[in-house]
């Protein structure tokens, strides 16, 4: 017999349990003072801490973004660079002023965000 509906309907309380075993990947990495990652729906944030704008976004280049894109193959999910944020934070302004290596993913350049709005 043919299945008519093989989904979790949206609303679902079964949605948030799901959620936590399809986006475990990415986020399974220790919560420490120089990095961290959080996972929320569509939402993926991840924190880096570094010497310098250019070694984190080695960092970022090298480890976070493979990582994120190897998962997003195995979940049959996508990160669209269009919609992808970086955000350099400093406590020297100079330094925040300073930071536009951009990160590459996709095929696409990322350049560093002066803002976040939802």
């Not at 660079?81 to 993913?105: D, E, G, K, W």
């Amino acid at each position: 017999m043919a299945i008519k509906h093989a989904g979790v309907p949206q609303g679902s309380p079964l949605s948030s349990i799901l959620f936590l075993f399809l986006n475990a990947n990415p986020v399974d990495a220790s919560i420490t003072r120089r990095k961290g990652a959080i996972a929320f729906v569509v939402d993926y944030t991840r924190r880096t801490v570094g010497s310098s704008a250019k070694a984190n976004t080695t960092i970022l280049q090298q480890k976070v973004i493979p990582r994120a894109l190897e998962w997003a193959v195995q979940a049959s999910a996508a990160f669209e660079a269009a919609r992808t944020l970086f955000i350099y934070f400093s406590r020297n302004q100079r330094l925040c002023q300073l930071s536009a290596v951009p990160c590459h993913m996709n095929g696409a350049t990322v350049a560093p965000a002066s803002r976040f709005s939802a």
